[in-house]
C-alpha cells in the first residue's frame, strides 16, 4: 500500500498569502494518479486538481499543482477567504487506493 | 446533473451489520464507471472502502475485505454497502461517490451520512 504523508498538519496564513501543501509518498506515484481534494466542514470533499497538476471544472487558476514521483505540491496563490479548509491528497497508481492524512489550511 | 445520495441508519449496534445505500440520479448507474464508499470516522481523514461496477465486479479495501459486501440495483439506480461485525472503530460519515477514470478521480461525492457504532 502507497502512504501518502501530507505536511504541514495545520497552515496558519491570512487572506492574499500563498499556501505551499506538501504530499510525499511512500514510493513514486505516477502524476497522471495524483489528485487533490479540498474539504470545508460539514461538506463532501471537493475535486480540485487531478493528474497532479490540472485543476478540474470551475476551479480558480489561483489553484495549482504539481510534483512528479514521490513529491507532490498543491500551491493556494493569493488565499481568499473561502480557501480555509482542509486539503487532501490521493493515489489510485497501485491499489489500494489511499488519501493522505490532509493539511488544514487555517486563519 | 449527477448527484448521488446515501441512505441508512444513523446508529447501528456493535457486531451487527451496517448498510448503506446510495441513489444515483442524473446518469446512468449502468455506465462504465465504478461505484465507490469512502469513510471519514470524526476528525480524522478519509478511507477508502471499495468500489463496485453495475456488472457486479469489485474491489475492496483490503484490511475490510473479510467484512464487506457491495451489490448493485440497476433497476432502482442504486448501490449499497454492506460492513459485518461493526465496531466503535467504524463510526464514520459514509460517503458514497462516483470515480472517473479519465482523470482518475472521484468527480462527484455524496453529502455523507453519519453512521454511529453504539449500544
Known amino acids: 500500500e502507497i502512504v501518502l504523508t501530507q505536511s504541514p498538519g495545520t497552515l496558519s496564513l491570512s487572506p492574499g498569502e500563498r499556501a505551499t501543501l506538501s504530499c510525499r509518498a511512500s514510493q513514486s506515484v505516477s502524476s497522471s494518479d495524483l489528485t487533490w481534494y479540498q474539504q470545508k466542514p460539514g461538506q463532501a470533499p471537493r475535486l480540485l486538481i487531478y493528474g497532479a497538476s490540472n485543476r478540474a471544472t470551475g476551479i480558480p487558476d489561483r489553484f495549482s499543482g504539481s510534483g512528479s514521483g514521490t513529491d507532490f505540491t498543491l500551491t493556494i496563490n493569493r488565499l481568499e477567504p473561502e480557501d480555509f479548509a482542509v486539503y487532501y491528497c490521493?493515489?489510485?497508481?497501485?491499489?489500494?487506493?489511499?488519501f493522505g492524512g490532509g493539511t488544514k489550511v487555517e486563519i | 446533473q449527477v448527484q448521488l445520495q446515501e441512505s441508512g441508519p444513523g446508529l447501528v449496534k456493535p457486531s451487527e451489520t451496517l448498510s448503506l445505500t446510495c441513489t444515483v440520479s442524473?446518469?446512468?448507474?449502468?455506465?462504465?464507471?465504478?461505484w465507490n464508499w469512502i469513510r471519514q470516522p470524526p476528525g480524522k481523514g478519509l478511507e477508502w472502502i471499495g468500489y463496485i461496477f453495475h456488472s457486479g465486479s469489485f474491489r475492496y479495501y483490503p484490511p475490510l475485505k473479510s467484512r464487506v459486501t457491495m451489490s448493485v440495483d440497476t433497476s432502482k439506480s442504486q448501490f449499497t454497502l454492506n460492513l459485518r461485525s461493526v465496531t466503535a472503530a467504524d463510526t464514520a460519515v459514509y460517503y458514497c461517490?462516483?470515480?472517473?477514470?479519465?482523470?482518475?478521480?472521484?468527480?462527484?461525492w455524496g453529502q455523507g451520512t453519519m453512521v454511529t457504532v453504539s449500544s
Open positions: 461517490a462516483r470515480w472517473r477514470d479519465t482523470i482518475n478521480a472521484f468527480e462527484v
Open positions: 490521493q493515489q489510485y497508481g497501485s491499489p489500494p487506493l489511499t
Open positions: 442524473g446518469v446512468s448507474i449502468s455506465d462504465n464507471i465504478s
